[in-house]
């Protein structure tokens, strides 16, 4: 191998010179900080990994007090390796979300962060994959996901029909068990119930697979869940790529590692075998390509769409269980609606405030990896500029963007950044490019399920709403984050029937 043209960056990263270019100059983040009461290392290891969220807050220990560009955006540089960008600025996340595509010079999604998703469902997947192959794979997979095909008429109104029987017949039987138990009220941690649901309504409604409720819940649910956590742990730990298949099951950990997987491939085949009947979303996708082409991003739309959906529902149920006065509002909105139409949604101001402060508040997908596939110039939409070497790791820092007082707090939107206030939009102008919180993306690779996930979130939360007012039995509303976050509480809540 030449190492010849490292040689001039090894010098300058020995030296400690910035790569970054331009007005827009990142503040450096040292590796290690001894003293400083930071909360863990600026990179995941085998003692952090599962707290991505103190991670990226590592990037930003005492950047309150910087008051030049390096307040919102820090890098890391180790010699011999890439840098690391690190950005809660929405003007420079929204440049770079911009210009991420298969056009030359382009961003690409970074794939490190996400090695551990490849190994479990195919390198090929619309989310993994950049330049051809993702194009490729956007005119192959997105379509039957878009608003146009989703929202005509007749399609939309057997999707919403099906969609809120399988709710309904889920929140009625959490009704029985409360008059079952004799008393007005019952606890309980209500994600379980939302992520069962999320994927009966992915799996028979979407899908048109006719698996039962118990089958679900005992066997495909938890599967999923578990293969989600090893998605994560193996991103981190598994630094030689060894496929799970090649692994021997001799602990009891992984022979039951080894059997969730086969219930994910199981699932897909499941969902696979419905096209030749044309049952459900298979309908509208026409595409004469092998179904092992089309296995990778089946994968990750029962994975992933399963992980987000339950997250934003889950945060949403959570953040009304601990606001009353929204709770009731929204009820007063919702309780004569039956169809939720784009129509009645649109009518529905105030629960689409509610649902949209839940995504800026407490977003799904908490950070968005890119890489500068060359030396990069970033222009935002003020003409400022900064540029980067190609290689760069960049970590587009959702989670904290929105939750800073300089973007979102009193001074910009008339309430605390870290308060849950639907009442926020009334004054802002939701989708407007100034306001974005980046909680389906942005530009060309933004999520193509995002109006599938919003109708399923609005179905659940709303019907969850209609029949139950519910309080929330802890105060506090912590995080947890692996592939997505979720409230820490598995949002346990009182329920009392209306
Ligand atoms: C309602 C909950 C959902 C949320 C909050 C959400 C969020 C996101 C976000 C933030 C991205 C952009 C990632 C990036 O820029 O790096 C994304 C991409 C993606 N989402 Fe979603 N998503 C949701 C539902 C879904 C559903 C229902 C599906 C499919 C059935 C889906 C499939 C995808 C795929 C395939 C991508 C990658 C797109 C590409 O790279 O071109 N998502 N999602």
New binding site residues.
Partial sequence: MNFAPYIPQLVRQLRGISPFGGDIQPARVPLFAPGSGRPTLPFPHPWNYKEPITLLETYFWGADADSGPGRHNRYLEVPGFSPIFVTRDPRVIRAI?TDTGDKPGQFD?DTLPTTGIARATGEDS??YSNGQV?RNQ?KLSAPP?GKTTLFQPEQFHEFAATFRHTVMQRLEALHERLNFSGQSTIQLALEPEIKAVMLEMLTNNFFGCTLTYEEIVARYVPALERVIDHIVRDTVMNRLGIPLRRIPGFTRGLARIKEDYRAFDELTDLVLAQRKSGAGLWRQFKSDVPDVALRSNIK??LA??LE??TS?ASWAISHLARNPEAQEKVYQEIKGIDDYTPEALDQAEYFGKALEET?RLTP??YF??RRATVDTEVVLSDGSKLTMPAGTHVLLDVWHANRHEDHWGVGVTGYPALDYVPGRWDNLERGSKENLH????HGP??????H???LE?ALVVGAIVKIFRFRALRRQNHVKAGVSTKPADGVLVELERR
């Fill in positions: 979300t999604r619309l989310l993702w956007k996901f990750v739309f992933g769409a987000a959906t934003y995504l799904a997908l968005l990896p980046f909680g389906f993306g690779r933004v999520c193509p399920g995002k599938l996930g919003q979130v």
